[in-house]
């Protein structure tokens, strides 16, 4: 699976878009990029993944760069509720995939009033 | 519907002492994980299960083992628990993912787990 490098913190003013980068510059064809974050204490919860198209759900969108060597993740309108550890990881999707995560450090995302 | 818990939410123990700490699931996923965090870190998988009475190894998986007799429950034992085992113990869910499908994983509240 591509190693990805994140910053490891970041502000932004509530009510403002959070976008942040992740860089996966030896990403493979069949390998999908997935977001996670932590909020504190709590297990991981999943916001959104894709391949090379970008891709929008309720949490977040996903801007995948043509190349597909970085991504960014952006919170339209960041709350205080969003200031949490954001994990960008890539693997291979498919069902002779067992699912494993490796998670690196990702980015500390902190929202100020 | 409690999705992922894990049991106990706290423990301490001494050096050498055996524990085991529980998994359960009412989301009837097939597939089911262990991660360790420690401070500062991100989680590291120790094991993992594709389906009932299989498991396999992840990237930490000294000192512990698991077991997945029942599809919704997924144990991990520490047999000796040293200092080292000292972090925050996660467990994780999902159903296999297909072709061009993803399903997520659903993770537990997570078990403070202390060794003196």
């Known amino acids: 699976d591509a190693k990805t490098t994140q910053p490891p913190s970041m502000d932004c003013a509530e009510g403002r878009a959070a976008n942040l980068p992740c860089n996966h510059s030896?990403?493979?064809?069949?390998?999908?990029v997935y977001w996670y974050r932590q909020i504190h204490s709590q297990g991981p919860q999943y916001i959104i993944h894709?391949?090379?198209n970008n891709e929008t759900n309720e949490m977040a969108s996903l801007i995948i760069t043509e190349d597909r060597k970085s991504s960014t993740l952006i919170l339209p309108h960041a709350t205080l509720r969003d200031t949490a550890v954001y994990y960008c990881i890539v693997r291979v999707a498919g069902s002779s995939n067992t699912g494993k995560l490796i998670f690196g450090q990702g980015t500390t995302l902190q929202v100020k009033p | 519907n409690a999705g992922v818990t894990q049991t106990p939410k706290f423990r301490v123990l001494k050096t050498g002492q055996s524990m085991t700490l529980l998994c359960a699931q009412d989301m009837n996923h097939e597939y089911m994980y262990w991660y360790r965090q420690d401070p500062g870190m991100g989680l590291r998988l120790i094991h993992y299960?594709?389906?009932?009475?299989?498991?396999a190894k992840g990237e930490v998986p000294d000192g512990y083992n698991v077991s997945r007799l029942k599809k919704q429950n997924f144990l991990l034992g520490l047999e000796s628990a040293a200092p080292s085992q000292t972090s925050v113990y996660f467990c994780?869910?999902?159903?296999?993912?297909?072709?061009?499908?993803?399903?997520?994983?659903?993770f537990g509240p997570g078990t403070r787990l202390t060794v003196l």
């Open positions: 030896t990403i493979s064809g069949n390998e999908y």
């Open positions: 994780a869910s999902s159903y296999p993912s297909g072709v061009t499908s993803y399903n997520e994983q659903f």
């Open positions: 299960s594709v389906g009932e009475g299989t498991t």
């Open positions: 894709g391949l090379k």
